[in-house]
């Protein structure tokens, strides 16, 4: 069965570093997201990504964040100076070609920011 | 603001009985919604969804029930095995958004 991939599961960075979370969506599934965790706290929309651009993003999603797929496959999440409260579990979900379809998810990124 | 509530941050049932986890939301753009099941450490699990079209989808031992006058949605499990014991999230999406808006999640413990 097709699945949603992330690496690495687990990052420890320095406050102020950069991060570049990493996903393999299921091949063929046009529309990406990333959701993050905070520890405690229920799952929180950041962006929504296809055809290439970015189709929504929350309060969240500062000029820090940044998205990309650079090789056409993977799917990247870019944190540019983390912060303490970046810390969280991101997610990195996927959906074919239609809008309102189910969305699946990957196992998720643990950023720790020290 | 909570446009998605899970009012019941646990629950507990003994194995073989039927579990029931309630969601109610308060945005009535929202067309379709989902149930995740979450493992500590891991990502969302896609269990069963239910489009505002219909007041019942099942699928197995899961069954979804939407109840739009009262912007509620149920999900009920049954019988149930220890198994099942996780995070159970409810999400909305509707309207030009695409993206999923969760609740807080109920923590579900089968007891054998």
């Known amino acids: 069965e097709p699945e949603v991939t992330q690496t690495p599961s687990h990052q420890v960075t320095q406050m102020g570093q950069e991060v570049i979370l990493r996903c393999v969506p299921i091949?063929?599934?046009?529309?990406f997201y990333w959701y993050r965790q905070i520890l405690g706290q229920k799952v929180e929309f950041l962006v929504s990504?296809?055809?290439?651009?970015?189709?929504?993003k929350s309060e969240i999603f500062d000029d820090q964040f940044s998205v990309e797929r650079p090789d056409g496959s993977n799917f990247t999440l870019k944190i540019r100076s983390t912060k303490l409260e970046d810390s969280a579990m991101y997610f990195c979900a996927t959906h074919g070609s239609r809008e309102k379809e189910t969305q699946y998810f990957g196992p998720g990124t643990r950023l720790l920011v020290l | 603001d909570q446009q998605v509530k899970q009012n019941s941050p646990s629950l507990s049932v003994q194995e073989g009985r039927i579990s029931i986890l309630n969601c109610d939301y308060t945005n009535s753009m929202f067309d379709y919604f989902l149930w995740y099941k979450k493992y500590p450490a891991e990502g969302p699990t896609f269990l069963i969804s239910?489009?505002?079209?219909?007041d019942k989808n099942e699928d197995g031992r899961f069954t979804v029930f939407l109840n739009k006058s009262a912007k509620h949605l149920s999900l009920h499990i049954v019988p149930s095995q220890p198994g099942d014991s996780a995070v159970y999230f409810c999400a909305a999406t509707g309207g030009s958004q695409g993206n999923l808006i969760f609740g807080k999640g109920t923590k579900l413990s089968v007891k054998p």
């Open positions: 990504f296809y055809n290439n651009e970015i189709s929504e």
């Open positions: 239910i489009s505002s079209i219909k």
């Open positions: 091949s063929n599934h046009l529309y």
